[in-house]
């Protein structure tokens, strides 16, 4: 009798922590995702409550990351700071890797030039190995001038995140588009 109501208590224990991990992902899940379309209308304080939520909800290295970009976006580079070194404490997200590396070249190169050229250095060379977009040359130009336009270098670093996290997005729902490729042996499908 013992045995089995242990047994029991074990398994109602184990349901509800099931049940618990599941809602709490669907709040992280649906958080981000309104969280990202209110920040590309640039509704920034919006977009922040949501992430801020995700994060309660779940603590990772995108929620992280997208509160590093919102701080960014309203000038308070200080927090900006803050949650890019949250979102670097673990292993980027393999869709938002770009998104965390990107960001954190563009926040240090308004804090410290220095710190800030290390930044674009790294967030070059793991780009570069993703077969990126040619507009990758020119980030590289300015590295190697030492001349960064920042308003030129946010557009070329959004425009190329933007562009992996779609084709990822596709190839990680229906593995098709350019990452495709690699699977099919070097053909893209789908595209």
């Not at 949501?50 to 200080?78: C, H, I, W």
């Not at 949250?86 to 292993?91: F, Y």
Request: proline share 2%; net charge positive; with cysteine.
């Amino acid at each position: 009798m013992r045995k089995t109501l242990r047994a029991g208590i074990t398994i109602i224990c184990c349901i509800v922590g099931l049940v618990a991990c599941a809602t709490t992902y669907r709040v992280y899940s649906v958080d981000l995702f309104e969280g990202k379309k209110l920040l590309a209308r640039k509704d920034y304080q919006g977009a922040r409550a949501y992430f801020e939520q995700a994060n309660r909800a779940m603590p990772d290295s995108v929620s992280a990351t997208y509160l590093a970009v919102v701080a960014y976006k309203t000038g308070d580079l200080e927090t900006a700071q803050r949650w890019i070194g949250e979102a670097l404490k673990e292993k980027p997200d393999q869709l938002c890797v770009f998104r965390t590396y990107g960001y954190r070249a563009l926040i240090y190169l308004k804090r410290d030039r220095k710190t800030g050229m290390i930044a674009l250095k790294d967030y070059i060379d793991r780009y570069g190995t993703s077969f990126p977009l040619e507009s990758i040359d020119e980030v590289k130009r300015m590295w190697e001038g030492g001349n960064i336009d920042e308003a030129r270098l946010e557009k070329l670093i959004e425009e190329q995140i933007e562009w992996y996290e779609k084709e990822m997005e596709q190839y990680l729902t229906s593995h098709t588009g350019f990452f495709a490729r690699d699977a099919r042996g070097g053909e893209s499908v789908g595209r």
